[in-house]
């Protein structure tokens, strides 16, 4: 069966988000690499060990996607989608390396203050990386909208604290030459902590996702708000959701009038999935066809 034009859409906007982070990624920690060499400044550093484990977290980030996008095969009938959410489970475990190396160092630097050098050439680095940042991040944000991708999600969330940590270090090598030394390994100590959070968060996410957790309760009242608005429709009960990567599974009992036939019954179930199919674009709907006399009635109706 051919696949959709929203399906094809979708996975071109995911190759592109991944591409974009990982080249991105690469591209700022070089950067970052002469920024530090010029200043010895520990928030460089702190920035330029973050965009390097960027890259690993991006690249890996590109492969689950890819693997994430393979059709459901014999053994995997519910397809391949929670890879996003295991390598966003990894992507927190880098992450949070990189946190702990980057508080490390500024500590360090904190008890044994160093001069820095080359101040203006490394804030100019660090304004292209700020810019580049913003910029990926907001291709990100796009694409999520698009796609509601959990690994671009989670790749977006930290590049955002790479904006934080862009800024800090700006501000950092700025008043450097106002005498304010101490604020460099100040501000690194200050992007160890955003970064620590930020991996906790993509973690966090990633871990309920494999937990097949509930989609949000917005989520399913409009989904029974749309089982509800076919005419046919008598009532639902039983409704169970999740998520599988950028995959919706949702399945429940339709409660239909108990005269109509088995073929009336099934063509009705069609189109009350359909219509959950263009609200929930890619999902899997799975609909139990029940008699509305039925004793197993739920107050979900």
């Known amino acids: 069966m051919a696949r959709s034009v929203e399906v094809e859409e979708r996975e071109r906007l995911l190759r592109w988000a991944t591409n974009a982070a990982v080249a991105t990624a690469v591209a700022l920690g070089l950067c970052k690499l002469v920024a530090w060499w010029l200043s010895g400044s520990v928030a460089v550093l702190a920035s330029m060990v973050d ?25 995997h009938r519910f397809g391949h989608g929670k890879s996003e959410a295991l390598a966003g489970l990894a992507q927190s475990l880098l992450i949070g390396l990189s946190g702990g190396f980057i508080l490390q ?6 008890l044994h203050p160093q001069p820095l050098r080359a101040i203006a050439a490394s804030v100019a680095v660090m304004g292209i990386s700020l810019v580049a940042t ?37 501000a ?35 871990f309920h996702i494999l937990m097949d957790r509930e989609l949000p309760q917005h989520a399913q009242q409009q989904i ?27 399945q429940f009992h339709l409660e239909l009038d108990s005269q109509i036939s088995l073929a009336e019954a099934d063509a009705i179930a069609h189109e009350v999935g359909e219509a959950l199919k263009s609200a929930f674009p890619g999902a899997d709907v799975l609909i139990h066809e029940d008699p509305s006399s039925a004793c197993c009635r739920s107050s979900e109706a």
Do not use: C
Not at 51 to 75: H, I, Q, T, W
Not at 176 to 195: E, H, N, R, S
């Open 51 to 75: 965009s390097a484990l960027d890259s690993s977290a991006s690249l890996l980030n590109a492969l689950a996607v890819r693997y994430a996008m393979k059709p459901a095969d014999a053994d």
């Open 105 to 110: 160092r500024a500590i360090e630097r904190l």
């Open 134 to 170: 913003i910029s990926l991040v907001a291709f990100q944000r796009y694409v999520v909208r698009k796609t509601d991708s959990t690994a671009i999600k989670a790749d977006a969330l930290h590049y955002v604290s790479d904006v934080a940590s862009n800024l800090g270090t700006i």
């Open 172 to 206: 950092a090598l700025a008043l450097v030459p106002l005498g304010w030394t101490q604020l460099d390994p100040f501000f690194g100590i200050v992007i160890a902590l955003i970064t620590l959070y930020g991996g906790f968060a993509v973690g966090r996410e990633s």
């Open 224 to 250: 029974r708000n749309i089982v509800l608005a076919h005419e046919r429709a008598r009532g639902i009960h039983e409704l169970r959701t999740r998520r599988a990567g950028s995959s919706t599974l949702i």
